[in-house]
T-cell receptor
């Protein structure tokens, strides 16, 4: 297994544009997480899936953010009408079980820059 | 609620020891520790579970005081490769939250 992959690795966009990121988890992992990380901070939880079901969504996540995992495999995170404050590293992670007792495997991230 | 980590940063010489602390105001089910090198993704180090079970790296040790909702990560005989930012993540049964991180620099 090659681990968690994310695409693209870098994205530069203009304010107001929509962007979509993809995450491919480790194949046997049924849990998938999205985080946002800014410089000097820890990963900030956005949302997570168990198979195709979105179980939790951060209150910090505005309506401009949406995530899907249609077949319980890969996931997409879409940001509509991007703002400069959305500039960050977006990390995806996967695991075989719930976060209380299973480690998460992180992908390399997608760095978003909103001009 | 985000856990608190201390210190914010530490600088060591190779071979020295370090302790990184993580505390929460909530009752915890588990504490995770991850290390992130500059420009890379976080990498799992250890999980400490309520009840005393630990899962993780053989060369890294940690403790979890369930009564105080505190965890400490012990780095002994540090190597240059230990440099990076260490994050604790806490699970309180409702939310999994990462701390702000402790930046560790090991100098030759």
């Amino acid at each position: 297994d090659t681990g968690v992959s994310q695409d693209p690795r870098h994205k530069i966009t203009k304010r107001g544009q929509n962007v979509t990121f993809r995450c491919d988890p480790i194949s046997e992992h049924n849990r998938l997480y999205w985080y946002r990380q800014t410089l000097g901070q820890g990963p900030e939880f956005l949302t997570y899936f168990q198979n195709e079901a979105q179980l939790e969504k951060s209150r910090l996540l505005s309506d401009r953010f949406s995530a899907e995992r249609p077949k319980g495999s890969f996931s997409t995170l879409e940001i509509q009408r991007t703002e400069q404050g959305d500039s960050a590293m977006y990390l995806c992670a996967s695991s075989t079980g719930p976060p209380e007792n299973y480690e998460q495997f992180f992908g390399p991230g997608t760095r978003l820059t909103v001009l | 609620q985000q856990p608190v980590q201390s210190p914010q940063a530490v600088i060591l010489r190779e071979g020295e020891d370090a302790v990184i602390n993580c505390s929460s105001s909530k009752a915890l089910y588990s504490v995770h520790w991850y290390r992130q090198k500059h420009g890379e993704a976080p990498v799992f180090l250890m999980i400490l579970l309520k009840g005393g079970e630990q899962k993780g790296h053989e060369k890294i040790s940690a403790s979890f005081n369930e009564k105080k909702q505190q965890s400490s990560l012990y780095l002994t005989a540090s190597q240059l490769s230990y440099s990076g930012t260490y994050f604790c993540g806490t699970e309180d049964g409702q939310n999994f939250v990462f701390g702000p991180g402790t930046r560790l620099s090991v100098l030759p």
